[in-house]
């Protein structure tokens, strides 16, 4: 069945901290998914599903991708990044083919659901770029945070994304969203998981817009820089990366305070106190001022870990010191 909508297909490019210049194609009507996520930002799953299918024609998706492309002077990546699952799309494989030939590298971003089918991995195999959500740990956990299909097992998806990272050729990353009170702990457990994956880099998320359910709330800066930690020590020194803030803001940054570089790299890995009173002298300021100013606006807290100090942004800022 071909879904027609008032959706815009194609959008962008946005700025990206794991893609660069990302133009983003939107190629699943909202919100046809095989999860039910308590954290999406687009709202509950009306109907879970997993038969792929049809949604737009091919060469709609592709003709707009041109147009766009025409116009822009810079493009790091294509990703299919829609509003429901993008491998439910059963012209997925043909479209990435397709929008290959316009000379530009192309990214999905996938809950990996359906990975244990070997049509989905031919498809996903043909991208430079694929993103799997690995939230869970068990069967409870999968259940209570991406709320799947009925016929979806977490044995069945993490087999399907242990297959998938086998064969694929590609950067393969990994995103976990954290919970507060649901999944900010197990981190041996999660991080186990993603080692045995392999990844490019491995990035720890919370939710930053609104998400289905208004319970959820973003796991704490503790739990955060403690997941961040043990991610390290499995994956390795520049494996892991934080995305704790809205991209867009960071994205344009540039260095024009301390405190902007600060809050900046503070975005992706927490930083030893230690590192910034040596970045602060370095830029002539006195740290202990600096710091101290970012701590009364309520933009850094300092965290005490395995007998280090460390400097994280606070969640609920997302912009620059101006």
């Known amino acids: 069945m071909h879904v027609?909508?008032?959706i815009v297909i194609v959008f962008g490019p946005v700025p990206s901290r794991r893609l660069g210049r990302s133009l983003g194609?939107?190629?699943i009507p909202p919100k046809h998914c095989s999860y039910s996520c308590i954290y999406c930002q687009?709202?509950?799953?009306?109907k879970c599903e997993v038969e792929r299918r049809k949604f737009y024609e091919v060469n709609e998706i592709v003709k707009e991708v041109e147009n766009v492309v025409k116009s822009c002077s810079k493009i790091d990546y294509?990703?299919?990044v829609p509003d429901g699952e993008p491998t439910l799309d059963i012209n997925l494989g043909l479209e990435i083919s397709e929008v290959k030939k316009?000379?530009?590298k192309v990214a999905v971003l996938t809950n990996g659901s359906l990975l244990h089918l070997e049509e989905v991995r031919e498809d996903l195999k043909k991208a430079d770029l694929v993103s799997v959500k690995i939230d869970s740990w068990d069967e409870r956990s999968f259940k209570l945070v991406n709320r799947p299909h009925k016929s979806l097992s977490f044995k069945k998806v993490l087999n399907g994304i242990y297959e998938f990272s086998g064969e694929y050729r590609g950067d393969l990353i990994t995103e976990t969203m954290l919970i507060k009170g649901v999944n900010d702990c197990n981190f041996d457990e999660i991080s186990n998981i993603i080692q045995e994956l392999s990844p490019k880099k491995a990035y720890i998320a919370i939710p930053i817009r609104p998400p289905a359910e208004n319970w959820v709330k973003p796991a704490s800066e503790g739990k955060v820089l403690e997941a961040f930690e043990v991610f390290k020590d499995k994956l390795g020194e520049g494996r892991v990366e934080l995305l704790i803030g809205y991209e867009g803001a960071d994205f344009e940054l540039g260095k024009k305070s301390i405190e902007d570089e600060l809050l900046s790299i503070a975005s992706v890995h927490p930083m030893r106190m230690d590192y910034v009173e040596e970045l602060i002298r370095k830029r002539g300021r006195d740290p202990t001022l600096v710091v101290n100013n970012l701590l009364s606006k309520g933009r850094i807290e300092i965290i005490d870990y395995m007998g280090n100090r460390f400097l994280?942004?606070?969640f609920g800022y997302c912009g620059s010191s101006a």
């Open 102 to 104: 316009f000379g530009m």
């Open 42 to 46: 687009i709202g509950r799953t009306p």
């Open 78 to 80: 294509i990703t299919f």
């Open 25 to 27: 194609i939107n190629n």
């Open 312 to 314: 994280v942004k606070k």
């Open 4 to 6: 027609k909508s008032a």
